[in-house]
């Protein structure tokens, strides 16, 4: 049974619900407590040991569902198709029998076989039955015996043999249907399959053999569609989520400008997730302050070496350090979308960075701080492309908007932002008012989308920004804004 | 372990019913981690929005088991001097002073520094020592004999450095002060410790690791009765239906807080008051701040109001 959790803990991995070790022996524990006789039970306890938050409960209880669903599987014969048309062409499924067509006996002659008691009763045949042949191959046995918990453990056990919780992408799902049934004893059953009907074809063998080959020919396709989709669900619990991380791993590198908008979803998703992660890692930061509160204990001990004299005082109350972000994007049309994904970051960090201020420009500079506060970043996004988007961009006319009204609000723990392509339309650069915002900020940090090749070329004015600036950086994927919003967290006192 | 009572949770629906017995209603998920919560010996963190009952858990808990509830309440600031330990520095520099006087007599007969520093260590370090030790609700926790509760409430309100001076305590049981050494639970009589958390931050996974973790949701509207009920016996049950319609109702709605349990009993106290028979739109209205909390939402509230009584008293 441990084998079994291992695996179920897998499929929780890939499920995107974190479990450690140490949390698996947890759940071992649980369960040497708890005992399966329970289904509910169990499910609630592991829920408690192994999900941590409401999503991952929410995750782990679909997950559980799916994990150890083997009701799903149809008792053989019970199911429509069947019974009805056993002349149908699923007899030539396969290739190697495919000429066991040519006598067909019909159901109707066919002497009804009273083999397992399950499947008599669905069997077509209402005809007594005088002989009744067995088969002879384990998984014909095992086949016709009608036994489901049996047929399910046979197969699980197959499953486990072949490793298809190792399965990755969905074109390997024939491939381990395949792998399963042969680990179930197909092989066997074709033989015995093939030796009844090359018996049938000569014409020598007696009805209850004809039927009986018919009976496991249908019996086996039946269990290849029930692997199939035994097979199926172990993909949607081993590696569907794989495949979401592999692209996910491909949007992050992909440059924003060519995102399309049905991606748009996905890359907020991961926005969100990069964003958790650089909260969860910066939110530690603090100093402690210089006055309230005097921390008896530490000073007693710090003081200790100059002979008790207390002379070097510790305070007990400490502060966050949190940095002040001002920060202007433009929103024309070219640069639209690195904004768009920018701000996200930004207000996405609203327990790190509180303090965020947001201007967009494509002419006119306007502060959205309040709209992205209060609205959704999608709305917050299309109301701003609607008010500023449009014009074409002066930088000359922003800097001296921002001039005008934000420079007095810059202090040196203010760290300036800038997005943008620096595309001028050859008008006044006024870099001196860059000059004037590096002096008396922190920090002013320049992320341009474009390679750096082009940064001279035409009516770009990088040349004349950049030494104004901290840092200039070119800034076009998602790495690269993860990066630049990291450096941002780690560099702010 | 075998702390007293501990027969009390011998089964998920034995614990369920003691705690209806003692006016808790829980649901199965609780009552399971409860449950494992004794029988695996791991502390319960427990999550939820506020007032469906967190603290109120392990209150119930410590009532059902007779056993006392040590409780910490978590803050901004808080740290180890104000949750495990102090010492005492007023009584350290006192007896200093005191025993100023006494060196000679200790000292006497011994000739030479290095016979009196001899001398001196035999009395071990006096002023580190249990004598001087201001215990704090953990240690205590640690100390209690009986074993107990211990509620460590709010977590989330604590800094991050807190948290990692609970996983010692959280894993072992145990608390290390480094004048004295290792300070350990009664192996047989561990306490049994919730942590309680509004989720106003993201705890530390080590910190979730070490817990089993409890998500408490609102609860469904028979369960709700149920809770009103217990809590408020002397409402009649009619407007004990409405008043949940109502609520549930008004849970749907786009509000900045919405109601929880604690205001549904708090609600029902006061129809109780002025003496209710059944809702009605004026009634609601005028004590509508009974159960939200924030202006903005009873403006966006009121003008539902009528609508949301209707529905109430057709359903109820």
Known sequence: MDSTLVDFVKALRTAEIKVSPAETLDAMECLDLVGFTDREFLKNSLALVLSKTPEEKEAFHSCFDRFFSFESFKQIGQDGEYTHDPEGGEFESDGDQADGEGSQPGAGNGQGSGGGAESSGEEDSNEPLDTTLDPESPLGKLLLSGSRTELVVSMAEAGRAVEVNQIVVFTQKGLYTRKIMDAMGLKGLQDEIGTLQANERDGESPMPQNHLARRLTKARDHLREQVRDYVEKQFFLHADESGKQLREELLKKVKLSNLEKRNFKDVQEIVFKMAKKLVAIHSKRRKTYKRGQLDVRKTLRHNMQYDGMLFDLHWKASKVDRPKVMCICDVSGSVSNYSRFLLMFLYSLADVIPKVRSFAFSSDLGEVTALFQNSKVEEAMSRTMRDYGNGSTDYGRMFMDFKNHCMDDVDNKTTIIILGDARNNFGDAKAEILREMYEKSKRVIWLNPEPKTSWTVGDAEMGKYAPACHQAEVCNSLTHLERVVSNLLKTAT | ?316
């Open chain 2, 1 to 316: 372990m075998a702390l007293k009572n501990a027969d009390r949770l011998s089964s998920v629906e034995a614990i369920k019913e003691n705690f209806e017995s003692h006016n808790y209603i829980c649901n199965t998920q609780i009552a399971t981690a409860v449950f494992l919560a004794y029988h695996l010996e791991k502390p319960i963190l427990i999550e939820g929005p506020p007032g469906v009952g967190k603290t109120e858990l392990a209150k119930t808990c410590a009532e059902l088991l007779d056993l006392e509830c040590v409780r910490l309440q978590c803050y901004e600031g808080l740290d180890e001097s104000k949750a495990i330990y102090e010492w005492k520095y007023g009584k350290q520099l006192l007896y200093t002073q005191v025993l100023k006087e006494t060196l000679g007599e200790i000292l006497e007969g011994a000739t030479g520094l290095h016979e009196s520093v001899v001398k001196l260590h035999e009395f071990g370090d006096v002023f580190f020592s249990e004598d001087f030790l201001e215990p704090r609700p953990l240690l205590k926790a640690l100390h209690h004999d009986e074993g107990c509760i211990l509620l460590i409430d709010e977590v989330d309100k604590s800094d991050h450095e807190f948290e990692s001076l609970l996983l010692e305590m959280l894993s072992d049981f145990q608390l290390s002060i480094p004048e004295i050494g290792t300070v350990k639970a009664n192996p047989n009589k561990k306490p049994l410790v919730f942590l309680t958390s509004n989720n106003t931050r993201e705890i530390s996974d080590a910190l979730k690791r070490r817990c089993l973790h409890l998500y408490i949701p609102f609860p469904d509207a028979a369960l709700e009765r149920q809770i009103v009920q217990a809590r408020v016996p002397e409402i009649a049950e009619h407007l004990r239906n409405q008043l949940v319609t109502f609520i549930q109702e008004l849970r749907t709605m786009d509000l900045k807080k919405v109601p929880a349990i604690s205001e549904t009993i708090d609600w029902a106290r006061t129809l109780i008051l002025l003496h209710t028979e059944s809702l009605d739109a004026e009634l609601v209205k005028q004590t509508l701040n009974v159960i939200l909390k924030f202006q903005e939402d009873i403006e966006t509230a009121e003008a539902d109001v009528q609508n949301l009584t209707n529905k109430a008293l057709k359903q109820a």
